[in-house]
């Protein structure tokens, strides 16, 4: 192995908290704002300028868009979302569904007001690049920052990396699946100068449904609408416009009265590793080299978007990468079969979206999330939020969700803040007592 031998060094401390959060996601930010509000000293970590993640930072806002007349959900911070988001005009209405679709640029105010009122502290331009034990328990995290290299202790960590970095840092076991089975990474996309009537007229004479791409359904799900457009796509690529090595094909998300088309999602890379730099580099200029191709495209075989400008695009949004090994894998049969469990830290439909199978909670069934899915196994003081956490292939297209991320991240949060303040492992929380303040918080766990 080609190494450079690095001296040794102090490290100063830059904080202590009671509890730190690593990643401000829908996971982490709803950790965060939890555990605040369930009074304990929070401390909220992010690598970019502005919270959000996928929200804010791969510009996805249709966070809610599986909610139908029927859907239950659990309430809690991930409706909040929405709610708070509506109320400062910073969203717009799901064109098919009872959602709100988050304006990603805007709603990183939304999250700035909301870390503010809470009272949690927030860190920006900073990396996690190492963690502090005390055996088996994680005491804290090392960072780099422009700052230089600084350690923050916590006597609670919640790693919403999204790809279980900090657990994994910390020596938990994880899985992931090979590079050509994971799903694709996306560049999402947004069009300004729209033509919103011609372009829906389009739609409505060329709908398309849910199995028009699924693969595995239900069968309630198969003549639902979907946003879903290849076939212009494959016209261009007929005509040349498109090269033979590129695929296009995905979603449109919204659509605003200003001619703004929102969450485009038709730029895919897959066989893209989350925790390979050269991987993620390549990743990014392939998908913006796509995004050019679909925009291309758009503009000269889709009513409505003649005149359209390319406004902005995401970063690389990743869907499928570690997923830890917990207390408990959360399993196909407990998504599809109603599953209940003693230490429940919120519920969620029964939806399913991943890897061609899609089940639409259309039905108002749903199941318990169990705190175990957080807990990797053999470490003690830390806790995993979001699409990380403990489950098999098939359950894991449920608690990826944006959605679900926000009821672990919550959940998380607050029992990390009970755990710290009855002096107790993260493990040995009192679920009566979480499920209490869950409860405070708007969440049901039942």
Excluded at 101 to 125: N, Q, Y
Excluded at 276 to 295: C, F, H, I, P, Q
Excluded at 342 to 363: Q, R
Excluded at 388 to 410: E, L, N, P, W
């Amino acid at each position: 192995m080609n190494a450079v031998q690095e001296p040794g060094r102090t490290t100063p401390v830059l904080a202590e908290t009671d509890v730190l959060v690593v990643g401000s996601g829908p996971a982490g930010l709803s950790a965060a704002l939890a555990a605040a509000r369930a009074g304990a000293k929070t401390l909220l970590v992010e690598r970019f300028a502005a919270f959000g993640g996928n929200i804010t930072q791969a510009m996805v806002g249709t966070i809610g868009w599986y909610r139908h007349p029927g859907t239950v959900e659990s309430g809690g911070i991930g409706v909040e979302y929405e709610r708070r988001a509506k109320a400062q005009g910073f969203s717009h209405k799901d064109y098919d569904g009872d959602s709100e679709i988050l304006d990603s640029e805007s709603f990183k105010i939304v999250i700035d007001d909301m870390i503010r009122e809470a009272g949690v502290t927030p860190l920006l331009h900073t990396w996690t690049v190492g963690v502090l034990k005390d055996g088996n328990a994680v005491t804290g995290i090392i960072t780099e920052s422009k700052s230089g290299r600084q350690a923050i202790r916590a006597r609670r960590v919640i790693d919403a990396t999204g790809d279980g970095d900090v657990a994994v840092m910390a020596g938990a076991d994880f899985e992931e699946l090979p590079g050509d089975q994971r799903m694709g990474a996306t560049t999402t996309f947004n069009c300004s100068g729209v033509d919103k009537e011609e372009f829906l007229a389009y739609v409505k004479a060329n709908p398309e449904t849910l199995d028009s791409w699924a693969k595995t359904t239900s069968g309630k799900e198969d003549k639902m609408f979907s946003t879903w457009l290849q076939a212009p796509f494959e016209a261009a690529k007929a005509a040349g416009d498109i090269p033979d090595d590129i695929n296009i094909y995905g979603y449109w998300g919204g659509l605003t009265d200003t001619g703004e088309a929102t969450n485009i999602s038709l730029a895919h890379t897959r066989n893209i590793d989350a925790t390979d730099v050269r991987s993620l580099t390549w990743g990014e200029m392939e998908n913006r080299r796509k995004v050019l191709y679909a925009y291309r495209a758009l503009k000269k075989y889709v009513p409505g978007f003649q005149n359209a400008r390319l406004q902005s695009m995401s970063i690389l949004g990743i869907r499928d990468s570690r997923r830890i090994v917990g207390d408990y894998q959360m399993s196909e049969h407990d998504v599809k079969n109603e599953a209940r469990f003693d230490d429940s830290i919120g519920i969620f439909p029964e939806f399913l979206d991943a890897y061609g199978t899609v089940i639409m909670p259309t039905t108002g069934r749903y199941m318990h999330i169990p705190y175990r899915i957080c807990l990797p196994r053999g470490l003690d003081n830390i806790a995993v939020a979001g699409r990380s956490v403990s489950a098999d292939k098939i359950a894991f297209a449920a608690t990826r969700q944006m959605s679900c991320s926000t009821v672990t991240g919550q959940g998380a949060g607050i029992a990390a803040a009970i755990s710290a303040k009855q002096g107790v492992p993260s493990r040995k929380a009192d679920m009566a007592a979480v499920q209490a303040e869950l409860e405070r918080q708007g969440v049901r766990y039942l």
